[in-house]
Structures are given as C-alpha cells and as structure tokens.
C-alpha cells in the first residue's frame, strides 16, 4: 500500500505560505488523478489544486481556513489496491534526498529585481509516494507511538534542513507550533540555547542538493534612538534575506550593459499598430525584447543553463520568466517554450501572464520552470539595474527605461549630425562561473543587434 503526499504548492518566488480555502472532496472519496481537490488562497494566488494521483482521499491534515508554509504536507492520498490504512503516516523525507531549496520570499524590497530560486514543486507536478511503514521497519527508539507525536513531527522541508545542518533529529526539539508542531523558530532558540549537536561531516561524494546552501542569516544588532520606530523582521523579509544570501554567495555575480537603439522597434510598432488592435492584442517592448531573447537563448545555450554540482545542465527549453510588479510584491510567471512563439503570440502570452498575475489566477506551473529572467525597473524609470541571478539560473537580464536621448549619427555623405533617437539599456547579470565576459557581450550584443535590425512581423 502507498499513500501519496499532497504538498502546500509554491505559488510564486514571494510567496512563503497558503490557506486552505475550501476541500472539495472528503477522507474516504475516490479521486482521479489531476482531479481538483482543494482550492487554496494566497496573498497572490487563488488556485485549484489536483491532486497527484489516483486512489482514496486517505487524510486531510490541514484543515480548511489554516494557513501553513509552502512543502507542508495538507493531505494524503492512497493508491488503488485497498483501503485507507490506519499505520503510522510516512516522516517526512530526508533532507539529503532534496535538490531543490525551500520556497524563496521577495516582497517590495526585491521588486524590479525579479529574483527567484528554484521552486517546491506544486502538488499537481510531484507527489511523493512512500510505502505505509510496517511496524518492524520503525526502530522502537524512534517511532512515533501515537497520533499527536506523529503531527508533531511533520515538518517543513526549511526546519527539516535548518535541524539537519545542527545534527538535530525532530525529536530533539519542543515544538510550539500547531499541535506541538516544530518550527524554524524552535529549532533556532533551541540552537542558542546550546541544544546542538556536531553536525556531521559533509562527504566529497554524494548527491548534489541546495541544502548545503543555504544558511541562516544573522542580523547585527544596531542601537535604537529615542524617535526610532522598531519592528520584528516579517517572515517574508526574513526569507529575502536568505535567499539574496544565498545567491550571492553562490553565484559569482558579474554585470555587463549595452545601449539599445529603439528606433526600428518603434517604427514596427507605430506601423503595425492598427493590425495589432484589430487582432485584439497589445505588443509592447517587452514582447520584442522577449523575442529577442529567445532567438538569442537558442544562438548562445550557455546563458540558458544550469550548474549542477561539477556539471553542467543545458537545457532543452527556453522558458522566460517575466518579472510582474505588484501592489504586495513580486511574482514571476514563466512563459513556456518561448522560442516557439511568434512576435504576437509572446505579446498575448506575456499580457495574459501578467493580467492574471494581477488578478492572483495564475496556477502553480505558470511560475516554475523558468531557464531565465527578464525585469524591466524601467517601469519606474530606473535607467540601468544589475539584478540578482536567480538560481539555479545562471542569468537575468534587467531592462532600463526608454527615453529619447540625443545621438551623434552619420548621413549618406558622412556628415555628423545630432539627433534624438529613443534608446535604453539592457543589462545583463551573470554567474561568473559558468559565464565568461565575453560569453555574456556576445549574447547582449545578438540581442541588441535582432532588435535594431527587427524584421517586418509575418
């Protein structure tokens, strides 16, 4: 028998946590797989969540209303072949076996940046089975005897690791959460304490994993005036702190820019502008740049990869992830198979992203699986940003504002002159490590040259 894990989807890089908003099916229905069974609420996002499998609805353990962190297990679901088992439920994995980090937080601070990380998987994606334990296959020292001891273990995959990295077992730690549940916050005071352990060496071979990335971030105390104003540090910006740690520091983080002549883009788009309207869509610099991108990403796979331990990941798609400021923050939806798309099909793709994302009905694969990054803070008439590399992405190309400037250029008979010409920069961060300088200018310099060279849209 084996019984199915149904996680707290990540919704979005900004997004730590969801709700329960309402079960759409009880313990003991029969569901299919990619059969909605829940919708759940964020601050972003309000989505249905399939579930990952066929068989029994076996456990609901979040309830509807509470809200818990992303990778938080909220139900369980039996395969076909019997009925619900009432053993012990499954622990949750070992932190060794991820390979991908905890869910990244990015508020207002990080807006314009589009800084991500590798998402959780949502539950309609990944559905961990595991083999309901038979009582010989549980140490006796170490299993959970009775309901309540078995939800007090559940963790997330962060306190699983932040425990890990201390040489803590779960059991180690009072828990003050939801039915004695242990959190970040526990395992930490219980580690000031001087509750931890040595941690055990980290071996030259193994499994590559984030795990081994992240740290918590320690904050220096500063002295507080008389006038100050003196708030706890949210969830959400803890976790930025984190996570632009992380990148840092795994990243070797180089800028380079260009300046992009905008005129024939503008010609195209003052020239097809009543062929678009009849067609309903809008197609904005953004649309251009993306495909620009594209076309680029397909000349120059380096800048589409990944490192992965020693190695390194080309990837087989381009998947572009378009950074969207909100009114909260932040949210990166990816638009999929980017090269595959025409001029006016990326425009009404990346409108529809972006509409959706504002309203917070964009599901959980529409913000996972990007392979790179595109903000544009000239939005808020920033003439150059160097973002942060979104890992495990190895680029991110940062967007300056359009304006008019003026331009010395050369007519037919070589004589100067000085012209206003729309123009802005694109700057492009990347991981050094992989990345070489000139790797990076012959990217930026296709880029500019497929978008002053624009062809007649077919």
Known sequence: MARVQVPMPQMGESI???TVSVWLKKVGDHVERDETIME????KVDAEIPSPATGTLAEIVVKEGETVEVGTVVAYVETEGGTVEEGPAPGPAPVAESETPPAAGVDEEAAGHGVDVPEEPSAGEVGTAVSAP????LPDDHAPETAEERLRLRSTPLVRRIAGEHGLTLEDIPGTGRAGRVTKEDVLRYVEQGGAAAAPPRGREGVFSWDGYYTHVEHPEVEVGPKDRVEPMSRMTSLIAEHMVLSRRTAAHVHSYFEIDYSRIDLLRR??????????VKVTYT??????????LQEHPKINASISGRNVVYRG????GIA???????????VKSADGLSLVGLARVVS????RARAKRLSPEEVQGGTFTITNPGVFGTVIGFPIVNQPQVAILAVGAVEKRPVVIADEFGNDAIVARKRGYLALGFDHRLVNGADADRFLARVKEILETFPDPG
């Not at 649309?287 to 680029?296: G, L, P, R, T």
């Not at 798609?317 to 572009?320: A, C, P, S």
């Not at 969207?324 to 990816?334: C, D, F, K, N, Y």
């Open 16 to 18: 730590a946590e969801g």
């Open 324 to 334: 969207v400021a909100l009114e909260w923050g932040l949210i990166v939806p990816v």
């Open 317 to 320: 798609e381009i998947n572009i």
């Open 271 to 280: 020239k097809f502008a009543r062929v678009w309207q009849e067609q309903g």
């Open 287 to 296: 649309a251009f740049i993306a495909k620009a991108v594209a076309q680029a």
């Open 352 to 355: 529809d992203l972006a509409a």
């Open 134 to 137: 038979s009582p010989a296959s």
């Open 40 to 43: 759940i609420s964020t601050d």
